[in-house]
């Protein structure tokens, strides 16, 4: 037989508070919407999931740079996923 007592803990969980725009670094206000931008590449086999990276990006502006940043990037196999998506 086994006997519990009760012990208060404490514990905290994330709370989203601000969200920054990957290429500009401004602050993306709430409730605006923003792009939730993923690249990534299949070079790699098993280990492409290394590649991928997220981006959240506040403009058509800064969505424009990361777009030409992904033309320039070199990988065979390359691939970009853009949302939009509200803050
Ligand atoms: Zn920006």
Redesign the pocket.
Known sequence: MKKYDKEEVTCFKEILVETT??????E?PTDSYYYEVITGHNDWGHDSVDSIEKFD???D??LKKKFNEYLEESSKTKYIEIEKSQN
């Open positions: 725009c990957d290429l500009c670094k401004q993306i990006i506040c403009s502006e800064c």
